[in-house]
């Protein structure tokens, strides 16, 4: 057995048992871009077992300021109080010019980390858009593996490009501000047609705000496209400090998690499986094909050219890739 397999099996055995630190571990060698930590980790992910549509995969995403991290800490408690297990995937944004990251959820989330039946996992965003980190489908896995049946992602913030969080999830929930001035138009179109409930928080600051914001809500999705068939999404006031219209909330997860929306959930799924294979297989095929000496030598050269302002940078990279397809056709 190889090393690697070695390890792998280990941290398997540990996940089943229950191990924050095993899943730690697993969740850090899928997050690092080491040849070796990248071996350890597929033969861990080889290992887990077949994906479920048993689990409830949420995910949240709002405006800076609108309480996620708060947001997330009641629901969460809410959640663990009804016998649920819950992990917190807490994407933080990453500095452009560093690449560190805070990763403070833990101390913005005291109560939960405290209890035994939820794990939180702060996880830099590597500045990549979507809102989530590249390795935030395989920590889903590895995190259901571990016997976590809830698994709740919480986005960098509100943006377009966060409608690819909705593509890792079941449950999208957004959340919005009672006194953003025009709440329709500080929320993009694409984001909304996602979700399938908006909760308004802070609602217990300025009730008359918050059901002017309700109603706002409730009226543009009239003119929207839903997100699913079977489904209409719901607009919520909600209090995280007060747990007022929490009820709702969780009312609301446990229906779209109803026995009889099961085989809707699987067949959307599937749909994300396809998708996932395809930006995988893009990323991984641009990081064999920049791995090869001559080619990322190539690249390197093109670059500066374009830097220079000698050639566009389309034309450049359209340059390139006929060059590698050339190659590899002789190579053939």
Known sequence: MSVAAE???????????GSRRALSRSLSLIESTLEADRDVAFAVLERCASASSMTWRIGCTGPPGVGKSTFIEQLGMQLTDIGRRVAVLAVDPSSRRTGGSILGDKVRMPRLSQRPQAYIRPTPSKAVLGGAAPSTRDAVL?????????????????????????????????????????????????????????????????????????ATLTGALRYMHAPLDDWTTAVVPASSLSSE?????????????????????????????????????????????????????????????????????????????????????EDA
Do not use: Y
């Open 142 to 214: 590895l995190c259901e593996e571990a016997g976590f049946d809830t698994i709740i992602i919480e986005t960098v913030g509100v943006g377009q490009s966060e409608v690819e969080v909705a593509g890792m999830v079941d449950m999208f929930l957004l959340l919005a501000l009672p006194n953003s001035g025009d709440d329709v138009q500080g929320i993009k179109r694409g984001i909304m047609e996602s979700a399938h409930t908006i909760i308004v928080t802070k609602a217990d600051i300025d009730q008359a705000a918050a059901h002017r914001a309700v």
């Open 245 to 329: 219209g929490f009820d709702v909330v969780i009312s609301s997860i446990s229906e779209f998690f109803a026995p009889s929306r099961r085989q809707s959930i699987e067949t959307h799924r599937q749909l994300q499986r396809g998708e996932w294979f395809d930006s995988v297989l893009t990323a991984e095929l641009l990081h064999r094909l920049l791995s090869q000496p001559a080619i990322r030598s190539a690249g390197d050269l093109a670059r500066e050219q374009c830097i220079r302002g000698q050639v566009a940078p389309s034309l450049s990279v359209h340059r390139l890739l006929g060059r590698i397809q050339l190659t590899i056709t």
């Open 7 to 17: 390890t792998a099996e280990s941290i398997i055995m540990g996940l089943h048992s």
